[in-house]
Each structure stands twice: as C-alpha cells, then as structure tokens.
C-alpha cells in the first residue's frame, strides 16, 4: 500500500541534544513538507521541499532543519535551538497528479522533550 | 498574508443533528480550498475540496461550496454519526500548493449518542 510512514510515533528526548523525525514515502511524490501542531494553533509549516536536494523555509524555521537527499525521504532535525521543541510533528506530501494542495500526511511523531 | 478563520471549538452535537462549521479566509488571487479531518493520535486526511468559485465538493455526506463574494467556505453536513467526531481543518493553497498550505486552528468536534 502507497502512503507515508513516519517513526518512531512517540520520542523522548533530554534538553539541548538533537533528535531526528524520519519520514518515508513510496507515492512517487515530488513535494514533501513538514509541519508542527501545538493544542489550538493549528499546523503551521516548517519546511518544504519541491524536488531532491532542494529545499525552502517555512514560517518557523528557527531551530530546525532538513535534508532531501532521495525524493522518498525528508528527515527533521529539531535541533538544540529550537526553544520549545515539544509538539506534535506531522510529514505530508504531494504531486503533480491531483494538484500540490491535496497533501497525504504521514500519522506523526509526538516528541517530549525534557 | 494569507489567513484562515475557523469557528472556535468544541462543538457538541447529539446524533443525527445538523452541522456547520464556519470557515472565512483571507488570500492573494484564487485559492483553492480544503477541508481536512484528523482523528484522535492519528495524521490528517483530505475531506473535501474546491478549486475555483461556487465549486462544491463533497465526501462522505459533508459538503462546502467556494464563495468567493463572502470568502468562505463552510462545511456541513446534514446528519452526524459518533464516528464523525475529529477535529476538523479549514486550509487553502493560494501558490499553487508546492509551497504548502495555510491552516485554520481547527475545530474539534464531538457527537453524542
């Protein structure tokens, strides 16, 4: 079954050390995104990336960053800057088939960090 | 920039009652617009969607017709069912969706039996 995979779906982590989300998709999709959610703030986007090896901030970069080496996967770092890294993160994609607004998300990763 | 308004939440609704839930946007050009749907621990999932003025989409008995003269778009649906409680997403895409989407806050919605 196509779809998106993200690991691990709960991660703890002790202040100031970095932590990598992973998110893998096998729909053949050229765009992938990730967001964050916080309790009544809706999703907000970290960062995007049209095709491999390119990739653009979103509205709350800061603390943060990616990579697109293979169109299948874009790992999130949330570094040791990010002032409040606890959130729910959610991967989604999309392509050129049904317009790049119609995005598949992955089922999230909730990371604690203390 | 672009925004998206939703009604506050939660709304409580018995079983087999009538919903709208509100959704206003702010946005350069066209939008298209979308209702998305999360359950609870889980990622989101497309509802509906409209791409161009007095469009209506509709799945799943909820539907939400584009109305560019209000800049609204609302979803209803005539009967709810327990299993139609989530939190539900207004979003649009004004750049042509590569750049990501705008979000509304979400609407958490709870039907009882």
């Known amino acids: 079954d196509g779809g998106i995979t993200q690991s691990p779906k709960y991660l703890f982590r002790k202040e100031g050390q970095n932590v990598t989300l992973s998110c893998e998709q096998n729909l053949n999709h050229d765009a992938m995104y990730w967001y964050r959610q916080d309790p009544g703030q809706g999703l907000r986007l970290i960062y995007y990336?049209?095709?491999?090896?390119d990739f653009q901030k979103g509205d709350i970069a800061e603390g943060y960053s990616v990579s697109r080496e293979k169109k299948e996967s874009f790992p999130l770092t949330v570094t040791s800057a990010q002032k409040n890294p606890t959130a729910f993160y959610l991967c989604?994609?999309?392509?050129w088939g049904q317009g790049f607004g119609e995005q598949y998300f992955g089922p999230g990763t909730r990371l604690t960090v203390t | 920039g672009d925004s998206v308004t939703q009604m506050e939440g939660p709304v409580t609704l018995s079983e087999e009652a009538f919903l709208t839930i509100n959704c206003t946007y702010t946005?350069?050009?066209?939008?298209?617009l979308f209702w998305y749907v999360q359950y609870p621990g889980e990622g989101l999932q497309l509802l509906l969607k409209a791409t161009k003025a007095d469009d209506k989409g509709s799945n799943k008995g909820f539907e939400a017709t584009y109305r560019k003269e209000t800049t609204s778009f609302h979803l209803e649906k005539g009967s709810v069912q327990v299993s139609d409680s989530a939190v539900y997403f207004c979003a649009l895409d004004s750049g042509g969706g590569a750049d990501g989407l705008t979000f509304g806050k979400g609407t958490h919605l709870i039907i009882q039996p």
């Open positions: 989604a994609s999309s392509g």
């Open positions: 946005a350069t050009g066209y939008p298209s």
């Open positions: 990336s049209q095709i491999v090896n």
